[in-house]
T-cell receptor
Framework: SQQGEEDPQALSIQEGENATMNCSYKTSINNLQWYRQNSGRGLVHLILIRSNEREKHSGRLRVTLDTSKKSSSLLITASRAADTASYFC??????????FGKGNQVVVIP | EAQVTQNPRYLITVTGKKLTVTCSQNMNHEYMSWYRQDPGLGLRQIYY???????DKGDVPEGYKVSRKEKRNFPLILESPSPNQTSLYFCASSFRGEKLFFGSGTQLSVL
């Protein structure tokens, strides 16, 4: 079932700026994952954060998780034109059914 | 190269004509899944499989069938396609359902 909801749903920024997007969910989770999709192609896994973790880094990506508020944020620092994509959060409630949000379109202007 | 291979990439068909979209992975993953992506609706899970001969319904299984006779293959079958099944389809695989690897997608149009 659809669970993650990204916010904002569309974001336009200048190259070099930081991009922040949020994801809210409704039920308890084992982990939350972020994926990137370029122009109708297959999704690519970016980062996974477990329910007992609060923050995780991977290169220019920083993910936070607040289980009390049932929300997560993805920060992309020093954005590049190549970061232009749709970003999805996905929640794993432990039932083998990874539930994806509707996605967040990010446009980085060179 | 580790990958999930879907075929075909594009498919146009007519209502009622049975079709199969193939999916194969070379990573020895136990978990495989099919999703459809529609504008404004995100990705919705159709079916998933935890291992060979084990399949389960996702959120939108109506009108679809799957089989998992071998670990590497997980075909999606539309016995009698209808226009509301026009969509972008993705196959994905992983160990234990974490960190999914996606195929390149199949754009299906049912006329």
């Amino acid at each position: 079932s659809q669970q993650g909801e990204e916010d904002p749903q569309a974001l336009s920024i200048q190259e070099g700026e930081n991009a922040t997007m949020n994801c809210s969910y409704k039920t308890s989770i084992n982990n939350l994952q972020w994926y990137r999709q370029n122009s109708g192609r297959g999704l690519v896994h970016l980062i996974l954060i477990r329910s007992n973790e609060r923050e995780k880094h991977s290169g220019r990506l920083r993910v936070t998780l607040d289980t009390s508020k049932k929300s997560s944020s993805l920060l992309i620092t020093a954005s590049r034109a190549a970061d232009t994509a749709s970003y999805f959060c996905a929640t794993d409630a432990g039932n083998n059914r990874l539930a994806f949000g509707k996605g967040n379109q990010v446009v980085v202007i060179p | 190269e580790a990958q999930v291979t879907q075929n075909p990439r594009y498919l146009i068909t007519v209502t009622g004509k049975k079709l199969t979209v193939t999916c194969s992975q070379n990573m020895n993953h136990e978990y495989m899944s099919w999703y459809r992506q529609d504008p404004g609706l995100g990705l919705r899970q159709i079916y998933y499989s935890m291992n060979v001969e084990v399949t389960d319904k996702g959120d939108v299984p109506e009108g679809y069938k799957v089989s998992r006779k071998e670990k590497r293959n997980f075909p999606l079958i539309l016995e009698s396609p209808s226009p509301n099944q026009t969509s972008l389809y993705f196959c994905a695989s992983s160990f234990r359902g974490e960190k999914l690897f996606f195929g390149s997608g199949t754009q299906l149009s049912v006329l």
